[in-house]
């Protein structure tokens, strides 16, 4: 079965650093997706991409974030400085046409900024 | 503002007994919604999902309920068994915003055998 395939597993970070969190969607999917999670919260929508742009974005996704498809392989998160409260779970997900429901997430990415 | 509720953090079930998850939600205007499973460490998986002019859709096992007027749906699964065991998410999607999910905070299900 197709997967969504999330790199790396668990990433640790310092305060104020870049990071770059990567994501392999299903190949013949149209729609990209960041949600993340707090420990102990719910998954919490981020942005979703589109035809090579941002289709929408959460409050949560300020200008410290950036999403980007270089390759049309590869979809990846940016956090230019990141801060304490970013820590959280990341998780990529994708899904075909506009009438498919079915998300296909990826297993994640911790992310820890000590 | 927690436009999708899941008002019980865990439910415990015995093996081969109907596990009932619930969720509610205030906006009207959602038009899908869907039933997510997550083990540790892993992301969701899809589960099944009821359009809004619907009121029930069953998937083996797995039955969701749509109840509009209460603003309320259910996922009933029959028999449980123990490797249902996991955290179950309610999400709930506007049609016109291609499909962005909002969540409930989850319930954990513990079925023993």
């Known amino acids: 079965e197709p997967e969504v395939t999330q790199t790396p597993s668990h990433q640790v970070t310092q305060m104020g650093q870049e990071v770059i969190l990567r994501c392999v969607p299903i190949?013949?999917?149209?729609?990209f997706y960041w949600y993340r999670q707090i420990l102990g919260q719910k998954v919490e929508f981020l942005v979703s991409?589109?035809?090579?742009?941002?289709?929408?974005k959460s409050e949560i996704f300020d200008d410290q974030f950036s999403v980007e498809r270089p390759d049309g392989s590869n979809f990846t998160l940016k956090i230019r400085s990141t801060k304490l409260e970013d820590s959280a779970m990341y998780f990529c997900a994708s899904r075909g046409d506009s009438k498919s429901y079915g998300y296909t997430f990826g297993s994640g990415t911790r992310l820890t900024v000590v | 503002d927690q436009q999708v509720k899941q008002n019980s953090p865990s439910l415990s079930v015995q093996e081969g007994r109907i596990s009932i998850l619930n969720c509610d939600y205030t906006?009207?205007?959602?038009?899908?919604f869907l039933w997510y499973k997550k083990y540790p460490a892993e992301g969701p998986t899809f589960l099944i999902s009821i359009s809004s002019i619907k009121d029930k859709n069953e998937d083996g096992r797995f039955t969701v309920f749509l109840n509009k007027s209460a603003k309320h749906l259910s996922l009933h699964i029959v028999p449980s068994q123990p490797g249902d065991s996991a955290v179950y998410f309610c999400?709930?999607?506007?049609?016109?915003?291609?499909?962005?999910?909002?969540f409930g905070k989850g319930t954990k299900l513990s079925v023993k055998p």
């Open positions: 190949s013949n999917h149209l729609y």
């Open positions: 906006n009207s205007m959602f038009d899908y």
């Open positions: 991409f589109y035809n090579n742009e941002i289709s929408e």
């Open positions: 999400a709930a999607s506007f049609g016109g915003s291609q499909g962005n999910l909002i």
